[in-house]
């Protein structure tokens, strides 16, 4: 039993999405990714020389899946994406938002993640934008108690 859910559901949450790419030859490619969800696309971090962020580059196409899983509480909501992305700019406003999804508020961040990792002001950082050409839900959170005791997730 297929049950749909509003995407809003999910992306609200620091959740992990996994990003599905093409390498040069064809073959599929998976790399986890924080993500934001801003003016109908998807935007997830990347770089000049990322590995994702030139696959993407070379083949637009990609597919974004987000699962939302508690297994105790019987949570299993999961959302895909399907479309063709773009390499953007950074954006530091945009990753600020992005990572406060996952840091909490700014005065709290590991000053050594920002300056060595994230690397906000980087002019070699980058986003992938994707703006969603399909979109599917599938909520089958009563997986633990069966459909007739399903809570609505």
């Known amino acids: 039993m297929k049950t749909p859910f509003p995407p ?3 992306l609200q949450l620091p959740l992990m999405a996994n990003l599905a790419t093409l390498a040069s030859d064809g073959s ?3 790399a986890p990714v924080w993500f934001h969800w801003e003016d109908n696309a998807l935007w997830m971090l990347g770089s000049k020389d990322n590995a ?3 696959r993407v580059s ?4 990609v597919s974004v899946e987000i699962v939302q899983y508690d297994n105790a509480g019987g949570i299993l909501r999961h959302l895909g994406y399907r479309g063709r992305a773009t390499v953007e700019k950074m954006n530091p406003d945009l990753f ?3 990572l406060n999804r996952y840091l909490g508020p ?3 961040w590991n000053a050594w993640f920002i300056e060595t990792v994230a690397c906000i002001d980087d002019p070699d950082g980058r986003l ?3 703006q969603p050409e399909t979109t599917f839900t599938n909520d089958v959170s009563f997986f633990r108690t ?3 005791l399903a809570s609505g997730g």
Do not use: C, Q, V
Not at 58 to 61: I, K, N, S, Y
């Open 146 to 148: 069966g459909p007739r």
């Open 106 to 108: 700014e005065p709290t």
């Open 8 to 10: 809003d559901d999910i």
């Open 52 to 54: 994702s962020t030139k």
């Open 58 to 61: 070379a083949d637009p196409r």
């Open 128 to 130: 992938i934008r994707l």
């Open 96 to 98: 600020r938002r992005l």
């Open 28 to 30: 599929p490619r998976n």
